[in-house]
């Protein structure tokens, strides 16, 4: 009897093989099937699917390198950061944030420069998932941002990094035209631990994003 393990390296085998398919919708299905699966051997193919000429293809393969989430795969997905479809750079944004590895991170804050909003949001959501203070310079910058889901992203991930030196940029954004923005710039203050001034905002979500913030630090601010 084949066990269930074996039946994996079959399917992987099989997988890989339709990676180099003639037909491009079955490539892509390839690649998508194989980040379902999930199995580090699948890494080699992908990884050269990553250079496929279709383009939807190079965006699956992307996708799937994030569910597998092996470090292996993180100098392709960094270079996939510079293909020339968005929804490919898109992708690897996202599956490197998945992976969260430091080793990312300039890759990461160059994505936050991108020509495509989209791309430039998914790195912000990856740098905060990541972590790391290296990464604060960068999403100030993008707080600042001409999209504000950008801005919104950056924020949030000021607030997963939650490094001090983000207080007076998070308090400008707390002005921010953009509700949500303001919301996840008084959120940030909350994780960094900084009473904020939102309390007296007009929408309804960030009066209550601040105050859930103010209650966090125990601020005499929580009792009115």
Not at 77 to 105: C, H, P, Q, W
Not at 166 to 187: F, G, Y
Not at 218 to 223: E, K, T
């Amino acid at each position: 009897m084949i066990k269930i393990n074996e039946y994996t390296k079959i399917a992987v085998s099989s997988l890989s093989k339709k990676l180099d398919d003639n037909h491009p919708e079955i490539r892509a299905k390839a690649a998508e099937s194989l980040g379902k699966i999930g199995s580090e051997t699948a890494i080699p193919g992908l990884l050269k699917a990553l250079e496929d000429s279709d383009e939807y293809v190079r965006r699956k393969a992307a996708e799937a390198l994030g569910k597998i989430g092996s470090e292996i795969a993180i100098p392709g997905l960094l270079k996939a950061l510079e293909d020339s479809d968005g929804f490919v750079r898109r992708n690897a944004a996202e599956a490197l944030a998945k992976i969260g590895s430091e080793t990312a991170i300039a890759g990461l804050l160059k994505a936050l420069e991108d020509s495509n909003k989209d791309v430039r949001g998914s790195a912000a959501e990856a740098l905060g998932k990541i972590g790391s203070e290296t990464a604060i310079a960068g999403l100030l910058k993008a707080l600042e941002d001409s999209d504000k889901d950008v801005r919104r992203n950056a924020a949030e991930a000021l607030g997963k990094i939650g490094s001090e030196t983000a207080i007076a940029e998070l308090l400008k954004a707390l002005e921010d035209s953009n509700k949500d923005v303001r919301r996840n710039a008084a959120e940030a203050l909350g994780e960094i631990g900084l009473e904020d001034n939102a309390l007296s905002d007009a929408e309804d979500s960030v009066r209550f994003s601040a105050t859930d913030a103010i209650g966090k630090i125990g601020s005499r601010y929580a009792l009115t």
